[in-house]
């Protein structure tokens, strides 16, 4: 099958001959029917300037094919319209309806656009090219000239498209961070906490008894383990857990009863003047 | 003999590590009408060449089966008879659809005829002609019947899995248009000049009238696929050819211009690499996540907390059969998720560590149980997919700032009662005799 049709086909191409685009030219009318701008498309050398169409103007495009050779005209089997937009790859196909006659009228109503017309979003231009194909003839493509279309919505993506791209990145805001007052404000109230010490220092130099009896042998011990307390507590305090704090202090708590109970009772001794 | 047999099975291993150029296997059913075998030995050969075994099957042979005991009997399965409306029971579009679940590759056939496969196209997105309607193209001029394209590989087809300076390749058989579906992996689209019609018979007129009808009336242009892929999912892949002439050794053989061979033979070889799961397939190695400055993983994180996550990537290699570490993706991103991300980032890969990336990122002012996502899915790519639950609490009682300048004046305050304590009890136990003399004193006057 595949390789009878070329053997026909060669056949065929000996005879093969030019197709032709015979005064081709567009129109373009506004809403009401009124010309807006109506020029014969030349097809030697594309127009360096789009053709724009805004609102619900029309394009009209006409032309007739007919054989290079005898000038009759001829209905090809392939007679479209690409718009195609280079930006995106986006295209549409429109087939044009030629007469047997040759002739073809081609009309872009943007009242009532065709589905095949590619989306455009940002107004790109759209090259409109004419392809013009036929088992008879040679292939024929001519680039005709680019169209700027009102600007439409881009076109549905999947859903899922999205996750098929880099997603844009995505910042925590997080809390703005806690204030603190001036550490100069803080050191003043400090100052004034420790005021009082001033104060009971200096009574208390008029009026405190000696301590005489620190170093007794009685008194010290549970002295130093008062302190000793106040040490734990302070560094349960720096960094010391619970349970190491409860563990220290019972352990703490044996010594300081006995040298509690012995400093007290030597105390009592010497008030009752026992000794 | 008993070692005799195991050296035997040794060899046998080693060959089939050799052997194996596919990262799933290298056991291919071949479906194909038996008065058409011989017509594609070159892509055979091509498949011998990388190490396939290839298995035959009439479509309307019972065996073997594709499916025996829920377990595909096949890595890869090729349905070159794209003609056949009847096959044997255990070939289905259905079935088709179990072997895809167990992650076997397909390679699927269309032509212009009403197949059971033409019926499970649409299930794939893809929107098929009517019957009977051929791609055509009279564009360029040449001697061989317009439904008998020479393609050039554009910007736009599936660059990664063609060869880069492909020769044309030709083609014959039906297009489709794409549905919406971001599975599908176009990787060959018609040319721009071409459209489905009745190759004999189909009048300008009919062109008109079927555009006219709507949308998808017409099948023309750059738009359609030809030769188009579908990753599942899964993983699996499914090539859809719009006409198995392309594998044939006549198309293989003719030439495009003078002296220059077509480019079928290399295509069929590109399109069997993706599909086979040669090329473009990648894997996550491992998972790492710990604090900035720690090394190993936290059962749990706090927040706020400065975390490093890190992924490693391996890609495989088809010529040495393994998994190389693979630095190329440049969009990686990481996603910190709990119900929504909360933080998205990209993952970049670390100089000097191959396949591994890597980023740092704090984590946020919310508790909660968050999940590390990767989710990577690119065309034609194996899609990669990773999610690592980790919980994040609010800080410990004391996980919390000590020590603040807010608060001296009352650590000033606890100090200073404390060490009055202290002071006081000293000198009431050290010094009561003094005061005890006085009191003695006045307690005697008193008497």
């Known amino acids: 099958m595949l390789s009878l049709i070329p053997v026909f086909l060669l056949a065929l191409s000996a005879h093969a001959s030019l197709l032709a685009v015979q005064s081709p030219r567009y129109t373009v009318t506004g809403a009401k029917g009124s010309e807006v701008q109506a020029e014969p498309v030349s097809l030697a050398q594309k127009p360096s300037s789009p053709v724009a169409l805004h609102g619900k103007e029309t394009l009209k495009l006409t032309f007739q094919i007919v054989d290079k050779e005898t000038g009759k005209g001829v209905q090809p089997h392939q007679t479209f319209l690409r718009f195609y937009d280079e930006k995106t790859n986006e295209e549409g196909i429109q087939p044009v309806r030629v007469t047997p006659g040759g002739k073809a009228k081609f009309e872009l109503n943007l009242s009532k656009p065709p589905l095949s017309l590619p989306p455009t979003p940002d107004r790109d231009p759209l090259k409109v090219t004419l392809f013009i194909g036929s088992s008879v003839y040679d292939p024929l493509s001519v680039e005709l000239f680019d169209l700027i279309l009102p600007a439409s919505q881009p076109a549905p993506a999947h859903p899922q498209e999205l996750t098929f791209h880099p997603l844009p990145e995505i910042k925590h805001t997080f809390r703005p961070e806690n204030k603190q007052p001036p550490r100069l404000i803080s050191a003043v109230s400090v100052g004034i906490v420790f005021a009082p010490w001033v104060v009971l220092l200096g009574l208390w130099s008029q009026v405190a008894p000696r301590p005489s009896h620190l170093f007794s042998p009685s008194i010290l011990p549970f002295i130093l383990s008062l302190g000793a307390f106040e040490t734990l507590l302070f560094r349960y305090w720096i960094g010391l857990k619970l349970g190491q704090v409860l563990l220290y202090g019972a352990i703490l708590a044996i010594p300081t009863i006995f040298t509690g109970k012995q400093a007290l009772s030597s105390i009592a001794n010497h008030r009752l003047g026992r000794k | ?447």
């Open chain 2, 1 to 447: 003999m008993f070692s005799f047999r195991r050296v035997l099975f040794l060899a046998a291993g080693l060959a089939s590590l050799v052997g194996a150029k596919s990262s799933t296997g290298n056991s291919v059913l071949v479906v194909v009408e038996p008065k058409r075998q011989d017509d594609f030995s070159i892509f055979y050969d091509g498949l011998r060449d990388q190490g396939y075994e290839l298995t035959f099957r009439a479509p309307k042979d019972e065996s073997p089966p594709v499916i025996e005991y829920d377990e595909a009997k096949f890595a890869h399965v090729v349905i070159l008879a794209s003609e056949t409306k009847n096959f044997a029971k255990d070939i289905t579009p259905q079935s088709l659809i179990s072997l895809l679940d167990l992650e076997t590759n397909l390679i699927l056939g269309l032509s212009t005829k009403q197949t059971p496969l033409a019926s499970l196209a649409p299930e794939f997105s893809l929107i098929l002609p009517p019957p009977g309607t051929p791609l055509i193209s009279y564009f360029p001029k040449r001697e061989e019947s317009p439904s008998l394209i020479p393609i050039t590989p554009s910007k736009y087809d599936a660059t990664e899995i063609l060869n880069k300076d492909l020769p044309p390749v030709w083609f014959s058989g039906v297009p489709h248009a794409f549905g919406n579906n971001p599975l599908l992996v176009p990787i060959l689209h018609a040319p721009a000049e071409s459209f489905a019609s009745e190759v004999d018979g189909g009048s300008a007129d009919a062109l008109v009238d079927a555009a006219e009808k709507g949308g998808e009336g017409l099948w023309a242009g750059s738009q359609l696929g030809i030769v188009t892929g579908f990753q599942a999912l899964n993983g699996a892949r499914v090539t859809w050819l719009g006409g198995v002439d392309l594998l044939t050794d006549e198309l293989a053989q003719r030439e495009v211009s003078n002296g220059v061979k077509s480019g079928n033979a290399q295509f069929a070889r590109n399109v069997a690499a993706w599909t086979f799961k040669e090329s473009l397939v990648l894997r996550i190695d491992k998972i790492e996540h710990h604090l900035v400055n720690a090394t190993g993983p936290n059962e749990v994180y706090t927040t706020n907390d400065q975390l490093v996550y890190s992924i490693y990537i391996s890609k495989y290699d088809p010529q040495k059969a393994t998994w190389e570490p693979y630095s190329g993706i440049k969009d990686l991103q990481l996603e910190f998720t709990m119900l929504d991300p909360h933080i998205r980032s990209s993952l970049p890969p670390v100089p000097g560590a191959p396949g591994k990336y890597s980023t740092t990122f704090r984590a946020p002012d919310r508790h909660g149980v968050f999940k590390f996502v990767v989710d990577w899915k690119r065309k034609g790519w194996t899609y990669l997919h990773s999610s690592t639950t980790v919980p994040v609490v609010p800080p410990r009682h004391d996980g919390y700032p000590r020590f603040l300048s807010a608060a001296w004046p009352y650590y000033a305050g606890a100090i200073s009662t404390s060490m009055a304590f202290f002071l006081f009890s000293a000198i009431w136990l050290a010094g009561e005799v003094q005061h005890g003399n006085k009191r003695a004193g006045k307690a005697g006057k008193t008497e």
